[in-house]
Structures are given as structure tokens and as C-alpha cells.
Nanobody, 127 residues
């Protein structure tokens, strides 16, 4: 059964840190680009970061650049999003997703290209 499961969300004060994990089962995550998205109440889902297969492209939205770091551990079929210096405007449900595009192809921040999605993890940043 193909599945992506996020973990690591929670409540944190502004300036704090969280690390989200995205564990894949039923497929080899290393063959997929991984994207991280978030959706706040009343807003559209936005691309936060993505990481390509191999040594390909890494993308960060301007709003998180310098604060968030995406990584992957292909040996353990897991991807991560390290979030530092969190702000109240980072509050949202965060989703990871996997894109079965050509190996090495640049990842994209467009949600429509992704094949598998996790269930989401709530991140709440208090001021």
C-alpha cells in the first residue's frame, strides 16, 4: 500500500523550531521528487519547498528562504523539512508529496504534478 505519513507537527512559540518528517511506504521515495506544501485556513495550498532526486534542484518559497531546510534520507525512505525561526504566519497544515517524474528532473512547487500526498501535519506558531 502506497502511503506518505507526516509527523513532527505541533505548537511552538515564535522563533522556535520544528522538524517535519515524511515517511514513505509501498514505494521507493528515492525515485521521487518530494515537495512540501502548506495550507492555512481560507488560503490556497502553496508550495513551500521541494527537493529533486539525485543532486538536483532544491526550491524554497521566498517566505521561508533562509529559515527552512529540506532534505532526504533515501536509505530510510524519509524526507524532512527543518523549520527554524518560525513565525505566526507559518501556521498551517503542512503536507508532503511525491512526484514520479523523470529522475533528476527539477522538482516543482506546483501541487498538480505530485502523485502521492500525506495526510498533513498541523503546525501552529504562537506569538
Amino acid at each position: 500500500q502506497v502511503q506518505l505519513v507526516e509527523s513532527g507537527g505541533g505548537l511552538v512559540q515564535a522563533g522556535g523550531s520544528l522538524r517535519l518528517s515524511c515517511a514513505a511506504s509501498g514505494f521507493t521515495l528515492g525515485y521521487y521528487a518530494v515537495g512540501w506544501f502548506r495550507q492555512a485556513p481560507g488560503k490556497e495550498r502553496e508550495g513551500v519547498s521541494c527537493i529533486s532526486t539525485g543532486d538536483g534542484r532544491i526550491f524554497y518559497a521566498d517566505s521561508v528562504k533562509g529559515r527552512f531546510t529540506v532534505s532526504r534520507d533515501n536509505a530510510n525512505n524519509v524526507a524532512y523539512l527543518q523549520m527554524n525561526s518560525l513565525k505566526p504566519e507559518d501556521t498551517a497544515v503542512y503536507y508532503c508529496a511525491a512526484d514520479n517524474g523523470p529522475l533528476g528532473f527539477p522538482c516543482t512547487e506546483l501541487p498538480g504534478t505530485y502523485d502521492y500526498w500525506g495526510q498533513g501535519a498541523q503546525v501552529t506558531v504562537s506569538s
